[in-house]
């Protein structure tokens, strides 16, 4: 159980599958770094971790999606190299994933044996491929789920219990779930525990990847915590309490990249009441960093979305300024509150455009008389910001797909900046980035709330963060949200990452129900 | 996580890719120019011959104007060539009501841009996909131009609408009749338009990523609206153009004209992924269409080998467009 002994197979059995010295890196950044993992059949191991500590990166690993960078992996005794997921899936490694992978329009038994058709000369034999799901939904007790019905007029719960036979059906040792009750009410979580116990009963080799520390203490025999891509910790579940489990999930390592200037909250600026999505109530003050941790999946990019009016407003009040109710991002634009989102490449930039088009384009007014826009006065405002903000580019045209991710980040927070907004709202804000840009980053959040802002008036930042130290470093105010609902703001003096993370991942467990 | 990996080659294209958007249509029209000159001869390059050519692409190049502009914004429109068309028919219409040319004119292009204001609308509310949209459209307004003309071709009263494409002699001076000035007129305002206005940069930045459009307040349902209602005036302006050629209305004229248009505008650096293309570019891309018919025409080369040409370069210019692609 002392961190670092490589979460080594304990118990007698044999192992089902063993993986040793596993390593990947993306770019710059080390996923997952020399993990080493067996689980044996009959047993259910829990692999936790915060965001992007390599649990999913280490799992796509095993289930063939991703080729290690350097370690081995052996199945049964034997060497295992699986090519993709359906090599894997042939061997019998099958991973059920956060969003599930059926084809909607297909009907249950057409998606349980999916590129395992039993055929005769060429043509599907339905009449096997039926009785093949229906024994493989048998098998997990649910006989209650018609083979003919299409996949998309299924519960989610129903839908993952499809996914759980296909696996079966083509014959799986090792099944691996990745957050697979993060869609699922209480019953349903409860019931898919009964599905897992039984599944281990039967000598399948379980991995469960999850969050939820309640939940895995739960339903599984051992823990295996990852941080930074190493194996932070690991004992039996029934040694391990909860608040050893999130102590090795957050470890001890702040990095003193956080420069901090005196902060004084001006007036309120930004008020929320009873605001669904997210069940939010805030206020927040220029001058002011209000900072909103959880898990990811808890709704905290939705409710941001919503403030902004990318997603529709479902109730409460909200005051912008002295602009009252919801709006569109044309008109939040307007009103002074600009939005960086967290999906850089998908959303925050048009890739293919220039820097210039892409910092400039919420607010093109003035680059040019009437509605023209010159690209020699655009060019000209652009080359301020790359100054300032230090973006390595060749030029304000150069697509900003040819940039690093930390300098396309910078072109996407420099468009707020341009825009001279008053209220930052940021998701992410150091997704994916590297150190140096990160830094610089912090910087500018923390000289935009400054006293000594050289800009007049004092900004105000609404952020979504994952990396805790990160949150507690930067924000004046942090609340947490948990499965869809923000919990009240403290000051950060009153938080440390352990209280964040416990607020994050515990208490209202979904099957708290199930040991009795 | 962190950016995508990007392969050496693909490197070396996309830092090619500027001057490559540039220079590739023209060498393209330099090269088919120079072909045919050394096959025809010199005569191929009389004024009268280039005045020629600028007459057989004025139409062409005219609807081109518009569908850059749609598919800088990630759009296409297939009615261009119904919309042509419809337009026709409605200036007959309105010749034979013994209306001013200026109006028969005017009350086909704005019969052309009603039909564009449609395309966008549904586009835009019903949220389906613009090529069937405007497939449907394509059919829906030739069915209507037919009934509008009663499944014939209208006879009308001879106007200065007929002279608007009329050569202005035997090829001595180089000035083009008033249509082939109306179309410079129109691809500078066009070319204007797209590199040097807000909704010239709306167009890219749709076209480039929507959601980053949207997340940056442009209104990107009206930008839209607004695209397919003026390609279809241009439309409709290469309607006038058409029936100055012919001086009938003729319901059943510029069939897979459409065609013809995106690949002028393909060939001339677009692309059907949005976020590009260029008014020059397009331009270059008709004049190279039309070096090609006019000199497989003046060669004696048969039609089906003409076509054949064509097709070949259509699918060139295609593949070099996604070589040009990251």
């Known amino acids: 159980m002392t961190p670092g002994d490589g979460g080594a197979h304990a118990a007698s059995a044999r192992p089902r599958f063993e993986m040793r010295g596993i390593r990947k890196a993306f770019g710059a950044t080390v996923a997952v770094d020399g993990v080493d993992l067996s689980v044996a059949g009959g047993e259910v191991c829990a692999l936790v971790g915060q965001n992007g500590a390599g649990k999913s990166t280490l799992m796509a690993v095993l289930s063939g999606a991703l080729r290690p960078d350097a370690g081995s992996m052996t199945l049964d005794g034997a060497p295992y190299r699986p090519q993709s997921p359906l090599d894997a899936r042939r061997v019998g490694v099958a991973m059920i994933y956060q969003e599930l992978s059926l084809a909607p329009h297909l009907s249950v038994a057409e998606n349980i044996v999916l590129g395992a058709e039993p055929s005769r000369f060429g043509v599907v034999d339905w009449q096997r491929a039926r009785q093949t799901a229906t024994n493989a939904l048998a098998e997990l007790g649910h006989t209650d789920i018609p083979v003919d019905a299409a996949v998309e007029t299924l519960s989610v719960a129903e839908q993952q219990l499809v996914e759980v036979a296909r696996a079966l059906a083509i014959g799986s040792r090792v099944l691996v779930l990745d957050e697979p009750t993060s869609a699922l009410t209480r019953d349903d979580a409860r019931r898919l525990f009964d599905l897992i116990r039984r599944l281990r009963k039967q000598g399948h080799a379980i991995v469960y990847i999850s969050h939820f520390i309640e939940e895995v203490k739960d339903i599984a025999d051992r823990i295996v915590v990852l941080r930074d891509g190493r194996v932070a910790g690991s004992g039996a579940a029934a040694d391990l309490s909860a608040q050893q489990i999130v102590g090795m999930m957050v470890g001890r390592n702040v990095d003193d990249l956080f420069p901090r200037s005196a902060r004084q909250p001006g007036e309120p600026i930004l008020e929320v009441d009873a605001f669904g999505p997210g069940s939010a109530s805030l206020t927040l003050h220029r001058g002011e960093v209000f900072g909103i941790a959880g898990l990811v999946g808890a709704g905290r990019t939705t409710l941001l979305r919503a403030l902004f009016g990318l997603e529709d407003v479902q109730s409460g009040r909200v005051r912008l300024g002295v602009y009252e109710g919801p709006g569109t991002p044309a008109s939040r634009w307007r009103q002074g509150m600009g939005m960086l989102s967290e999906d850089r490449g998908g959303e925050g930039l048009a890739l293919g455009l220039g820097v210039g088009d892409n910092l400039t384009l919420s607010r093109l007014e003035g680059l040019g008389p009437g509605v023209m826009v010159l690209p020699a006065r655009q060019d000209h405002a652009v080359r301020k910001w790359i100054e300032r903000l230090a973006i390595r580019t060749s030029g304000p045209r150069q697509p900003v797909v040819e940039l690093s991710g930390g300098n396309q980040q910078k072109v996407a927070l420099a468009r707020l900046l341009h825009h001279d907004v008053d209220v930052f709202v940021l998701d992410e804000p150091t997704r994916g980035i590297d150190v140096a840009s990160k830094a610089q980053i912090y910087a500018l959040i923390n000289e935009v709330v400054g006293v000594h802002s050289d800009s007049g008036k004092r900004k105000a930042v609404l952020m979504v963060g994952s990396y805790l130290p990160e949150l507690l470093a930067l924000c004046d105010r942090i609340a947490v949200m948990r499965r869809g609902v923000l919990g009240p703001a403290r000051p950060v003096s009153e938080w440390d990452e352990h209280q964040l993370m416990v607020s994050a991942t515990m208490a209202d467990p979904p099957a708290s129900g199930a040991d009795a | ?326």
């Open chain 2, 1 to 326: 996580m962190t950016s995508r990996a990007i392969g050496l080659t693909e490197r070396r294209l996309i830092a090619l890719a500027p001057a490559w958007n540039a220079a590739g249509p023209l060498l393209g029209l330099i090269f088919v120019a120079v072909l045919f000159g050394l096959l025809v001869g010199p005569q191929f390059f009389r004024p009268g011959n280039l005045e020629l050519m600028a007459r057989q692409t004025a139409i062409v190049c005219t609807a081109a104007l518009g569908m850059t502009m749609i598919i800088v914004a990630g759009g296409i429109d297939l009615s261009v060539g119904s919309v042509v068309a419809l337009t026709t028919v409605v200036i007959a219409v309105l010749l034979r009501a013994e209306y001013s040319p200026s109006v028969a004119a005017l009350g086909g292009v704005a019969a052309g841009a009603i039909c564009g204001l449609i395309n966008g609308l549904l586009v835009t509310r019903l949220r389906v996909v613009p090529f069937i949209v405007t497939l449907g459209t394509m059919i829906v307004v030739r069915g209507a131009a037919k009934g509008l003309a009663e499944e014939r071709r209208l006879e009308a009263p001879a106007t200065w609408l007929n002279d608007l494409l009329r050569t202005l002699g035997r090829g001595e001076g180089f000035l083009v009749p008033a249509g082939i000035w109306l179309v410079v007129l129109l691809a500078m305002v066009v070319g204007v338009t797209l590199g040097y206005t807000r909704f010239g940069r709306h167009l890219f930045a749709i076209g480039s990523n929507e959601r980053t459009a949207r997340l940056c307040g442009v209104a990107v349902d009206r930008v839209k609206v607004a695209a397919y209602t003026i390609v279809a005036a241009l439309a409709g302006v290469a309607g006038v153009l058409q029936f100055s050629r012919l001086s009938v209305g003729d319901p059943t004229v510029a069939d897979g004209l459409e065609l013809d248009v995106i690949a002028a505008v393909i060939i001339g650096g677009g692309s059907l992924s949005g976020g590009r293309g260029t008014v020059p570019g397009t331009i270059l891309g008709a004049t190279t269409m039309a070096v090609i018919a006019i000199g497989c025409s003046q060669k004696g080369l048969p039609n089906w080998l003409q076509e054949v040409v064509t097709g070949c370069i259509i699918v060139l210019a295609v593949a070099l467009d996604r070589l040009r692609q990251r």
